[in-house]
C-alpha cells in the first residue's frame, strides 16, 4: 500500500472522532469556566485521537476550508451523529478566522486545554497563536484561513482506494468461498457480496481505473483473481444494458461463481503449463455441470443461487450450439451467461496464464471475438462489451 493510503486508512478510522473530540472540548470549556474532570477527560480523547495519528514523533495540520474539515488534504465528512459538533467547531474556529492547527508530539493535555479556552473566550488567530508561543510550547500552531482545498481531487483519490480495497476483498472472499467448498462447508457469501457491491460503485464512479485493475495478474492467485476480472468486465458490460445496481450485483456474484465448478479440479490441472491431456481436458469440460452441483449444495434455492448455476452450467456454450457442455434443442443460454461468456473469453485471452497460453493484447482479442458475432458471442452484447474500450 502507498502511503497516502496508510494515512487516508487512519483518517477514515478515526478522523470523525478528532474532530468530535475537539469540538466536545471546546463546547465545555464554554460550559465550565474553570478547568475540571470532564474538560480534562475531553483533552484526554483528543489527545489519544491526535496520538493515533501523530506516534512517537510528526506533525498533523487539521484545516477547516469552506465549512469542510480536512486532516492535511484528506476531507473528514460528518456522519449524522457528528453533524452538530462539526457545526460547532466550524463555527468557532472561523468566527476566530483560525483555517489550520497543527499539532505536534510529544503533545500535552494542558497544551490542548489551553487552545481550547483561547478559541472559546473569542481570542483571535493571531493572539492565541502569541500566547501559545508565550508557553513556549511549541506542540500547537494556529494559522489563518486557508484557502480552498480542491475537493474533487480528493474524492478521486477514496473513490480508488475503495476500489483497490474492494478487489482485493473479492479476490480473498472468493479464495475463502472455495476453500470452505473444498472442505465441504457452506461457503459465508456475505463478504463476497459486499466486495461485489464495492466493485459495482466504484465502476459507476470510476470505470477506466476500476477496470484496470484487471490487469493484475499473479500466477499463483490467478486462479482467483480471473473470477473477480470476470465479475468486473461483467458488470461493465451489463452497465451499458442499463441493469440497475441490484441486477449488477447479482451478475456480479454469479459472474464471480462461475468457474465454481474447478474446485473438485487438481492445481495441478488448473496450473499447468503447456497444453492438456485428453483425460485432463475431459475432466476440465466437467467444470460446469460440476458448478451447478455445487451452488446446489452450497445454498438455498433463491435467485441469486438460481442465475449462479445458469451462469456455471452455460458459461462455454455458444449461440450456435456449440461448446459444452451439449445442450438439446435451440435454447439460447440466458442473458447473465452470454455475458459471463463473453467477459470469461476476454479474460482469459488478454491474461494468457489460463493454461499458459500466450497472452493476447486487448485489440487482437476484440478482433477475433468480433469474427465469432453470432456464432459464438451474442452480437448485441458483444457490440455493447466493445463500447467498454473505446472510452
Ligand atoms: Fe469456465
Ligand atoms: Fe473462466
Same mark, same amino acid.
Given at each position: ?264 479440479l487438481?492445481?495441478s490441472i488448473l496450473?499447468k503449463e503447456g497444453e492438456l491431456s485428453p483425460l485432463e481436458q475431459e475432466l476440465l469440460r ?22 449462479? /448455476? ?45 493454461q499458459q ?11 477475433? /471475438? ?22
Amino acid at each position: 500500500m502507498r502511503m497516502d493510503d496508510l494515512f487516508l486508512e487512519k483518517v477514515l478510522k478515526r478522523g470523525r472522532s478528532l474532530i468530535s473530540d475537539f469540538a466536545i472540548l471546546v463546547k465545555l470549556t464554554g460550559v465550565y469556566e474553570s478547568i475540571n474532570e470532564a474538560v480534562l477527560n475531553a483533552a484526554s480523547r483528543l489527545k489519544d485521537d491526535l496520538e493515533f495519528f501523530l506516534g512517537e514523533e510528526g506533525e498533523i495540520t487539521v484545516k477547516l476550508a469552506e465549512e469542510a474539515f480536512f486532516i492535511e488534504d484528506f476531507r473528514v465528512k460528518a456522519s449524522v451523529a457528528d453533524i452538530d459538533n462539526f457545526s460547532f467547531l466550524s463555527k468557532n474556529l472561523s468566527e476566530r478566522g483560525i483555517g489550520a492547527v497543527t499539532f505536534r508530539a510529544p503533545l500535552q493535555t494542558d497544551d490542548l486545554v489551553f487552545l481550547a479556552y483561547a478559541i472559546k473566550g473569542g481570542s483571535e488567530a493571531a493572539e492565541i497563536q502569541s500566547a501559545l508561543e508565550s508557553r513556549l510550547t511549541k506542540a500547537i500552531t494556529v494559522g489563518g484561513p486557508v484557502e480552498a482545498l480542491k475537493e474533487s481531487a480528493l474524492d478521486t483519490k477514496d473513490v480508488r482506494l475503495l476500489a483497490r480495497r474492494a478487489y482485493v476483498k473479492a479476490v480473498t472472499s472468493y479464495q475463502a468461498a472455495v476453500q470452505s467448498l473444498k472442505a465441504g462447508k457452506r461457503p459465508d457469501l456475505k463478504r463476497a457480496k459486499r466486495a461485489v457491491q464495492g466493485l459495482v460503485d466504484a465502476i459507476f464512479k470510476d470505470e477506466p481505473y476500476t477496470l484496470g485493475l484487471t490487469a493484475a495478474r499473479n500466477p499463483k492467485l490467478y486462479v482467483f483473481q480471473h473470477p473477480v476480472h470476470v465479475a468486473m468486465l461483467s458488470a461493465a458490460l451489463g452497465k451499458r444494458l442499463a441493469l440497475n445496481r441490484y441486477h449488477l450485483s447479482l451478475l456480479g456474484m454469479a459472474a464471480l461463481f462461475h468457474d465454481v465448478g474447478k474446485v473438485v479440479l487438481p492445481l495441478s490441472i488448473l496450473q499447468k503449463e503447456g497444453e492438456l491431456s485428453p483425460l485432463e481436458q475431459e475432466l476440465l469440460r466437467m467444470h460446469p455441470l460440476e458448478g451447478l452441483k455445487q451452488v446446489l449444495k452450497s445454498r438455498g434455492l433463491n435467485t441469486l443461487a438460481v442465475l449462479t /448455476m445458469f451462469v456455471a452450467l452455460e458459461h462455454h456454450r455458444a449461440m450456435d450450439g456449440s461448446g459444452y457442455p451439449p445442450f438439446r434443442g435451440n435454447d439460447r443460454p440466458v442473458l447473465f451467461s452470454r455475458i459471463v461468456q463473453i467477459a470469461d473469453d476476454f479474460d482469459s485471452m488478454v491474461s494468457g496464464l489460463v493454461q499458459q497460453r500466450k497472452a493476447q493484447p486487448v485489440a487482437e482479442a476484440l478482433k477475433l /471475438m468480433h469474427s465469432r458475432a453470432g456464432t459464438v458471442y451474442d452480437e448485441v452484447l458483444l457490440r455493447a462489451f466493445m463500447d467498454v474500450f473505446k472510452s
